[in-house]
């Protein structure tokens, strides 16, 4: 609650002293470029920045595609969270992981691209749809020495790829909902974010799935006040701190725009006769940087 109040501060002074486009327009820029930057500083284990085109051009298409289609936000996010919570099922005890990764793989991305062959892609899949369910419920008690051996081939984690893209709620993800008239576009957006996180292996996969972090964080913050960031804005700040484009801001610039957020939307909340601490703006300077650093790198075993 209380950081919903600062973030209500931050952008309610800079709404308040300038005008609305050009105060979105220069915090949307700082914010893509401070983000940016803190990616590269926190060495993320999850983002690979090797190629600094191909991880802007994957930024680039998908937060394109997000900020256009909510629907398409939305279930590429779960199927984000989705492909996270499989790699830490595999990775917390490898050796007795109940199916290889690329197996799962294979299955997920056939559902990404429409080539589950049908019926044979899916024989024995309803035979094994409660051996997935007893699967998963044990992972989130954390008995993993219980989990089913690996098969001597990939057909098991293959059609469990299948099912948990095709079909969530059949084996045990009730909260994702693939139903409706919409529900091809809604499987191939959740199935894409799954496949992203599960075979994230290059800059261009990277970039896209960097894409939804930074959307996802960007929308907390503006959209808690009823407010939208400046996309192009914003992608121009990142593109920036990726040395591809020359800078419409100094570094210094920037982080002194972010600093005068903390100190401003302090400020407002004492009176004149009261003097500001020092040690809180740099709490709360401290507390925000920890959230980004949180979402450019979330936690993996």
């Given at each position: 609650?209380?950081?919903?109040?600062?973030?209500?501060?931050?952008?309610?002074?800079?709404?308040?002293?300038?005008?609305?486009?050009?105060?979105?327009?220069?915090?949307?820029?700082?914010?893509?470029?401070?983000?940016?930057?803190?990616?590269?500083?926190?060495?993320?284990?999850?983002?690979?920045?090797?190629?600094?085109?191909?991880?802007?051009?994957?930024?680039?298409?998908?937060?394109?595609?997000?900020?256009?289609?909510s629907i398409y936000?939305?279930?590429?996010?779960?199927?984000?969270?989705?492909?996270?919570?499989?790699?830490?099922?595999?990775?917390?005890?490898?050796?007795?992981?109940?199916?290889?990764?690329?197996?799962?793989?294979?299955?997920?991305?056939?559902?990404?691209?429409?080539?589950?062959?049908?019926?044979?892609?899916?024989?024995?899949?309803?035979?094994?749809?409660?051996?997935?369910?007893?699967?998963?419920?044990?992972?989130?008690?954390?008995?993993?020495?219980?989990?089913?051996?690996?098969?001597?081939?990939?057909?098991?984690?293959?059609?469990?790829?299948?099912?948990?893209?095709?079909?969530?709620?059949s084996i045990g993800?009730?909260?994702?909902?693939?139903?409706?008239?919409?529900?091809?576009?809604?499987?191939?957006?959740?199935?894409?974010?799954?496949?992203?996180?599960?075979?994230?292996?290059?800059?261009?996969?990277?970039?896209?799935?960097?894409?939804?972090?930074?959307?996802?964080?960007?929308?907390?913050?503006?959209?808690?006040?009823?407010?939208?960031?400046?996309?192009?804005?914003?992608?121009?700040?990142?593109?920036?701190?990726?040395?591809?484009?020359?800078?419409?801001?100094?570094?210094?610039?920037?982080?002194?725009?972010?600093?005068?957020?903390?100190?401003?939307?302090?400020?407002?909340?004492?009176?004149?006769?009261?003097?500001?601490?020092?040690?809180?703006?740099?709490?709360?300077?401290k507390n925000n940087?920890?959230?980004?650093?949180?979402?450019?790198?979330?936690?993996?075993?």
């Amino acid at each position: 609650m209380k950081r919903l109040i600062l973030i209500s501060f931050i952008v309610g002074f800079f709404v308040d002293s300038l005008s609305a486009q050009e105060a979105f327009d220069s915090v949307s820029y700082a914010f893509g470029n401070y983000n940016m930057r803190n990616a590269f500083e926190a060495n993320s284990n999850l983002l690979i920045l090797t190629d600094h085109e191909e991880f802007y051009r994957g930024l680039k298409e998908c937060m394109n595609t997000i900020i256009q289609d909510s629907i398409y936000a939305d279930l590429y996010g779960q199927g984000f969270n989705t492909g996270l919570f499989v790699l830490k099922m595999l990775i917390i005890d490898p050796e007795n992981k109940p199916f290889d990764l690329d197996c799962v793989y294979d299955g997920v991305h056939k559902v990404v691209s429409g080539n589950v062959e049908l019926p044979q892609d899916t024989i024995g899949l309803f035979d094994n749809i409660g051996i997935f369910n007893d699967m998963l419920h044990v992972f989130v008690e954390k008995t993993v020495e219980a989990l089913p051996a690996e098969g001597d081939d990939c057909r098991f984690g293959t059609l469990f790829g299948i099912a948990m893209a095709y079909c969530p709620q059949s084996i045990g993800f009730d909260w994702i909902d693939l139903a409706g008239p919409d529900s091809i576009h809604k499987r191939q957006a959740f199935a894409t974010g799954i496949a992203d996180m599960l075979k994230n292996d290059n800059s261009y996969t990277s970039g896209k799935i960097y894409a939804f972090m930074l959307f996802s964080f960007m929308d907390f913050m503006f959209g808690s006040v009823g407010q939208t960031p400046d996309y192009e804005d914003l992608m121009d700040g990142a593109r920036c701190a990726l040395g591809l484009s020359e800078p419409k801001m100094s570094i210094e610039e920037v982080d002194q725009l972010i600093t005068r957020f903390y100190e401003e939307s302090i400020e407002k909340e004492f009176t004149d006769e009261e003097i500001l601490p020092e040690e809180l703006i740099e709490e709360i300077k401290k507390n925000n940087e920890e959230e980004i650093s949180r979402q450019n790198n979330p936690e993996l075993p």
